[in-house]
């Protein structure tokens, strides 16, 4: 099924195969095969990343739905392990997201999604957890000083909470450092817009995407 | 005409004319309750079968389904382990743990589920045996001749095939079981099976059922959780053997209740013959199309947009009007699309069931 291991292209090609076609029982080899062949990190995680917009592409073309996305995001996983040594070595994230459910909202399948697709796209991320107060946000952007903001909330009694972090942080003059983006079932873009967010009411992918043009954006600006 | 409960129940699914369709509603939040009880609601009216009580429905809530024990049986008793402000950490006595919070309805997070590994289900499967004593009451005969000439109908659970193992794995779990370790998720659904069909078949051959009601919320905004590539490969020929046994029995209403957007997956519930589709989000689901497209073959319950009744009157008999020709069709019965969350005042509530009220006897096949 997988080209010749021996090939540098061709266990490139290997990886993103394995991930797009789900192959939990071989990525690890084959994540391994590419760093044994002196292939850089950097590399590896670039595919890695059009692995997983591949997998994107097909869930929102209705091919592929969530019990494939998990999938997939097991396979990132499955690869990260493999790679995780030779991260400590090099600085390869492309930026920094905090994420979590704000209070009083225990639904995680969403944020885990969302940060699955980050890290696929090459984002170090700080998993808040659920159910997180608006001054936990504050520490974590005051410790971690993240590029990218996410919350997530399922409930429409809890999607207010969004509201009372951004508040929290424009009240200690964080809120210009962070991009903001807020998701989940009950978060339309009008209500995004409403509670001052940058952005919102797009699924996981989406909304990674969002973050990654964030990033790619300031690095422009950066050059000038 | 004068018809009773039962008949108006079958005939409306039958797409026969009717004297009115069956009011039924599906339920509400404790929240909601509480929220109500400020509003007027009688502070005495406390659950869901209350209110449906006091406001004169007929179910969904208190709608009698046979007394037996179909899931996990004996149900262990869960174990407080932590209080700490809003939050509770609980044992749920399969081996689980999770946390909840004490003051809302939210659905548990588990910090540990009880399935994580083989042997864990090895450790649980002995409550799935259909042959434990408790699961039919000690007097069945009673209830059988109770049932024996009603008037209202009776329904039979069956049980989850997808829904129980995700609370019981978590949906990460189970997706990545699906691809990694699919003979474990087939003796699993198999044991399930198993509990169901011969329970089925002992207590059909003495009572007549009107429907059958599984469980299984298996979808979200966006769609199903599993995909229906693998929902109709690996669960749809399990629930053809359980409708198999309601079919002999003449049971052919067969109820899935799931949230969220379901198109996906209805086409393997007919194919099963699971053809009654509950409780249609409206905001996911447009029971119009369903029609449509699967003609008489679906049967409706629910989808009644619960925005509507969060916005006030004009939206409410805007959403009544909306559905009129479809109630009007047959096969279709009305109840909000979810269980009525704390949005919704008691006067706007109050509102909605004097309108549909009418709404129902003036307008039925």
């Known amino acids: 099924m997988y080209m010749d291991l021996g090939s540098k292209i061709n266990a490139l090609d290997n990886v993103l195969n394995a991930i797009v076609n789900l192959d939990l029982d071989s990525i690890s080899i084959l994540c391994r095969n590419a760093v ?13 990343a059009r692995a997983m917009e591949v997998v994107g592409r097909k869930y929102e073309e ?16 499955e690869c990260f392990k493999v790679l995780d040594p030779l991260f400590r070595e090099s600085s390869v ?29 090459g984002f170090e991320v700080i998993d808040l957890g659920v159910d997180v107060p608006p001054q936990k946000f504050v520490e974590a952007i005051k410790q971690y000083s993240p590029d990218i903001v996410g919350m997530s909330a399922l409930l429409t009694t809890t999607i207010v909470n969004m509201k009372e972090v951004i508040k929290a942080l424009e ?27 940058d952005a919102g009411g797009v699924d996981a992918y989406e909304g990674a995407l969002i973050c990654k043009k964030w990033i790619e954006e300031r690095k422009l600006l950066e050059g000038f | 005409m004068d018809l009773n409960h039962r008949e108006r129940f079958l005939r409306t699914f039958e797409f026969r004319s009717v004297d ?30 209350d209110i449906e009580q006091y406001l004169g429905l007929e179910g969904i809530e208190s709608l009698e389904f046979l007394p037996i024990a179909i899931g996990i049986w004996p149900n262990p008793p869960s174990i407080s382990l932590k209080k700490e402000n809003d939050r509770e950490m609980v044992a749920d006595g399969l081996g689980g743990i999770f946390v909840k919070k004490v003051s809302t309805s939210t659905i548990p997070q ?28 000690l007097n069945w005969n009673d209830i059988v001749e109770k049932y024996r000439d009603r008037n209202y109908p009776v329904g039979v659970f069956v049980g989850s095939l997808y829904g129980w193992l995700r609370n019981l794995m978590g949906v990460e779990k189970i997706s990545i079981a ?21 329970i089925l078949r002992i207590v059909l051959r003495d009572v007549k059922v009107d429907f059958a009601w599984f469980w299984e919320d298996m979808a979200y905004s966006k769609g ?116 009525v969350p704390p949005d919704v005042s008691y006067q706007n509530y109050l509102y909605y069931i004097k309108k549909k009220k009418l709404w129902l006897e003036k307008h039925h096949p």
């Not at chain 2, 009115?20 to 929220?35: K, S």
């Not at chain 2, 699919?182 to 198993?194: A, C, F, K, S």
């Open chain 1, 36 to 48: 044994e062949l002196g292939i850089g990190i950097q590399d590896i995680v670039n595919t890695v």
């Open chain 1, 62 to 77: 209705g091919e592929y739905f969530l019990s494939e996305l998990i999938v997939a995001g097991e396979c990132v996983k």
């Open chain 1, 93 to 121: 994230f492309i930026g920094r997201a905090v994420v979590g459910t704000v209070e009083g909202d225990l639904h995680d399948i969403g944020k885990n999604l969302f940060i699955m697709f980050l890290r696929s796209m």
């Open chain 1, 171 to 197: 009240e200690v003059g964080l809120r210009d450092r962070v991009k903001i983006i807020v998701g989940g079932a009950a978060v339309t873009k009008e209500f995004a817009k409403e509670i001052g967010a």
């Open chain 2, 20 to 49: 009115r369709v069956p009011n039924y509603e599906f339920g509400y939040w404790n929240e909601t309750i509480d929220r109500w009880h400020r509003e007027g609601l009688p502070i005495e009216v406390k659950t869901s079968n």
């Open chain 2, 110 to 137: 588990y910090i540990r589920y009880p399935i994580r590994n083989r042997d864990d289900w090895k450790r649980l499967k002995p409550f799935f045996n259909p042959e434990t004593p408790g699961r039919i009451p």
């Open chain 2, 178 to 198: 699906f691809y990694r370790e699919l003979d474990w998720i087939e003796e699993m659904m198999d044991t399930i099976v198993n509990l169901v069909t011969t």
């Open chain 2, 224 to 339: 199903p959780l599993l995909s229906p590539k693998l929902f109709e490969k690996h669960m749809v020929p399990r629930y053809k053997k359980i409708t198999e046994i309601l079919h002999e029995h003449g049971v052919n209403i067969v109820v899935v209740d799931c949230d969220g957007n379901i198109d996906a997956l209805v086409p393997g519930w007919l194919d099963a013959g699971v053809n009654c589709m509950f409780p249609l989000e409206a905001r996911y689901v447009d029971p119009y199309k369903l029609r449509e497209r699967f003609g008489r073959r679906v049967l409706l319950m629910g989808g009644v947009d619960k925005r509507a009744l969060i916005s006030g009157p004009e939206a409410i008999d805007r959403e009544l009007e909306r559905l009129t020709p479809l109630l009007e069709e047959g096969g279709y019965i009305p109840t909000v699309d979810h269980r």
